[in-house]
């Protein structure tokens, strides 16, 4: 038997928030029938809610699929929340949006939290309680690019390239470009995004420079043999269809839209760049879950039921229906089934298993790790987003006010009592992974000294 609270919850608020949000209709809604507000039909333990009529916003990719599933599971209503979700138009939006508070939360990208509290872009107080994935991103090259690479990459017994496919097979080709007057410029989505620093990662490992950022050029093109530039994720392969872009870093579907238009080849992804790395994040401001602390924990609650059941064998061809409909990413859901269900697809008809691709629960996905959040920080020093040295105690400092991996406790403390999740799915840890070289270049990265990996690299800046 499950261990049920007494209920706070103001039972008018409720009914109103209730009543009038079915009257709008919308998706993912379970009925015109509230539950019971002392338990749910999941044996919900519900807190005393501040605000539970909420608007999330999220861009068209498919690791926003955990807010996707929370709603049309009926998983934000089984704790007293009446969310709306709605799509952006890019990821500055999705920041300001925040910030002003039109939205009470949204799905970002990782390094946005974290630059706004170290000071780069847009400064406010944002806070991470809940991980949403990890992986789900590639690099695509044009056809024409592709064509030159290919023959520097070895290639396996039955002909077809062997990965990981590094970027030192694309060294020469940007070194033609430059000596025929052709600058190489490559598309990411956002300044301070993963696929930023991943692009950045993958052509430094080759000894390709992309670039640094200064106080006279916040492009971050200072010394760069690759132009990088800021392109919308749903607008990627038109973009490089026309010619304006040669390659570019994204998350899914965009890397397999290009496969099946037959414009690009993806060479690479970021599960090969760094294992299990981090890649979007639920984002709330500080003002908000100070106001709302028991909201913030009922929505990370839901969030992590999400993604357990993404990641729960059987569920993923559901998912892809849930993901393509118009409402949420709105691609065709043939491609999105082809990196969603365990696959990912290179050249066309280089289908491979990669099982890892996208991860929602597994490793501990959905943990806000103090070290993740630090290899952001490292990464803007590195390319000159945060212009001074700071001391290592600054990395540790800076984050702990950005992730809050105790709201992630409570709430899934709650969850193990409710019998939604196992004791043992809850990490022991002090918010930091081991070390780890899980990268293409098999350079090791430990949070708790961020200054010595700063300066492991042959390119970047060093303190």
């Given at each position: 038997?499950?261990?049920?609270?007494?209920?706070?919850?103001?039972?008018?608020?409720?009914?109103?928030?209730?009543?009038?949000?079915?009257?709008?209709?919308?998706?993912?809604?379970?009925?015109?029938?509230?539950?019971?507000?002392?338990?749910?039909?999941?044996?919900?333990?519900?807190?005393?809610?501040?605000?539970?009529?909420?608007?999330?916003?999220?861009?068209?990719?498919?690791?926003?699929?955990?807010?996707?599933?929370?709603?049309?599971?009926?998983?934000?209503?089984?704790?007293?929340?009446?969310?709306?979700?709605?799509?952006?138009?890019?990821?500055?939006?999705?920041?300001?949006?925040?910030?002003?508070?039109?939205?009470?939360?949204?799905?970002?990208?990782?390094?946005?939290?974290?630059?706004?509290?170290?000071?780069?872009?847009?400064?406010?107080?944002?806070?991470?309680?809940?991980?949403?994935?990890?992986?789900?991103?590639?690099?695509?090259?044009?056809?024409?690019?592709?064509?030159?690479?290919?023959?520097?990459?070895?290639?396996?017994?039955?002909?077809?390239?062997?990965?990981?496919?590094?970027?030192?097979?694309?060294?020469?080709?940007?070194?033609?470009?430059?000596?025929?007057?052709?600058?190489?410029?490559?598309?990411?989505?956002?300044?301070?995004?993963?696929?930023?620093?991943?692009?950045?990662?993958?052509?430094?490992?080759?000894?390709?420079?992309?670039?640094?950022?200064?106080?006279?050029?916040?492009?971050?093109?200072?010394?760069?043999?690759?132009?990088?530039?800021?392109?919308?994720?749903?607008?990627?392969?038109?973009?490089?269809?026309?010619?304006?872009?040669?390659?570019?870093?994204?998350?899914?579907?965009?890397?397999?839209?290009?496969?099946?238009?037959?414009?690009?080849?993806?060479?690479?992804?970021?599960?090969?760049?760094?294992?299990?790395?981090?890649?979007?994040?639920?984002?709330?401001?500080?003002?908000?879950?100070?106001?709302?602390?028991?909201?913030?924990?009922?929505?990370?609650?839901a969030l992590i039921r999400a993604g357990k059941w993404l990641d729960t064998p059987g569920n993923r061809p559901e998912a892809?229906?849930?993901?393509?409909?118009?409402?949420?990413?709105?691609?065709?859901?043939?491609?999105?089934?082809?990196?969603?269900?365990?696959?990912?697809?290179?050249?066309?008809?280089?289908?491979?298993?990669?099982?890892?691709?996208?991860?929602?629960?597994?490793?501990?996905?959905?943990?806000?790790?103090?070290?993740?959040?630090?290899?952001?920080?490292?990464?803007?020093?590195?390319?000159?987003?945060?212009p001074e040295k700071k001391p290592a105690d600054w990395y540790s400092n800076t984050i702990k006010d950005i992730y809050r991996?105790?709201?992630?406790?409570?709430?899934?403390?709650?969850?193990?009592?409710?019998?939604?999740?196992?004791?043992?799915?809850?990490?022991?840890?002090?918010?930091?992974?081991?070390?780890?070289?899980?990268?293409?270049?098999?350079?090791?990265?430990?949070?708790?000294?961020?200054?010595?990996?700063?300066?492991?690299?042959?390119?970047?800046?060093?303190?």
């Amino acid at each position: 038997m499950f261990s049920i609270k007494q209920v706070t919850a103001k039972i008018t608020i409720l009914a109103a928030v209730a009543s009038t949000l079915y009257s709008c209709g919308g998706s993912g809604t379970k009925g015109n029938t509230t539950e019971s507000v002392e338990e749910s039909s999941s044996s919900t333990i519900q807190l005393e809610i501040e605000k539970p009529q909420l608007t999330f916003g999220f861009i068209k990719l498919t690791d926003m699929a955990p807010l996707a599933i929370a709603k049309e599971l009926g998983y934000f209503e089984d704790e007293g929340l009446y969310v709306t979700i709605e799509a952006q138009s890019n990821w500055k939006n999705v920041l300001d949006r925040v910030i002003d508070g039109q939205l009470d939360g949204s799905h970002m990208l990782a390094g946005q939290p974290i630059a706004a509290g170290a000071g780069f872009g847009r400064q406010a107080e944002l806070v991470t309680p809940f991980s949403m994935d990890l992986n789900g991103n590639g690099i695509t090259v044009s056809n024409e690019v592709w064509s030159k690479m290919k023959p520097n990459v070895p290639t396996n017994g039955d002909g077809k390239p062997k990965h990981p496919i590094k970027a030192d097979a694309l060294a020469p080709v940007v070194q033609e470009y430059k000596n025929s007057g052709r600058p190489f410029k490559m598309g990411m989505v956002f300044p301070v995004s993963t696929h930023n620093y991943e692009i950045r990662y993958w052509l430094g490992a080759a000894g390709i420079n992309p670039g640094f950022y200064t106080e006279d050029n916040i492009q971050g093109q200072v010394d760069a043999d690759v132009l990088l530039s800021v392109t919308p994720p749903p607008q990627m392969p038109a973009t490089l269809e026309a010619g304006t872009i040669y390659g570019y870093c994204v998350g899914e579907p965009w890397n397999q839209q290009a496969v099946f238009k037959g414009i690009g080849v993806p060479v690479t992804t970021n599960y090969d760049i760094w294992k299990n790395n981090p890649e979007k994040v639920f984002v709330m401001t500080k003002k908000f879950i100070e106001e709302n602390p028991n909201t913030a924990i009922a929505v990370t609650k839901a969030l992590i039921r999400a993604g357990k059941w993404l990641d729960t064998p059987g569920n993923r061809p559901e998912a892809v229906g849930i993901l393509s409909k118009s409402a949420y990413v709105g691609a065709d859901s043939v491609v999105i089934a082809n990196s969603m269900t365990g696959t990912f697809e290179f050249e066309k008809g280089d289908k491979r298993e990669m099982k890892d691709f996208n991860v929602f629960f597994r490793h501990h996905a959905t943990y806000p790790f103090y070290s993740d959040g630090i290899w952001f920080l490292t990464q803007m020093r590195r390319w000159g987003q945060i212009p001074e040295k700071k001391p290592a105690d600054w990395y540790s400092n800076t984050i702990k006010d950005i992730y809050r991996p105790d709201i992630w406790e409570k709430a899934a403390k709650l969850l193990v009592e409710e019998g939604h999740l196992e004791e043992s799915e809850i990490p022991q840890t002090d918010g930091y992974k081991a070390p780890t070289s899980d990268f293409i270049d098999g350079n090791t990265y430990d949070g708790k000294d961020p200054i010595g990996y700063i300066n492991s690299f042959e390119i970047g800046n060093k303190d």
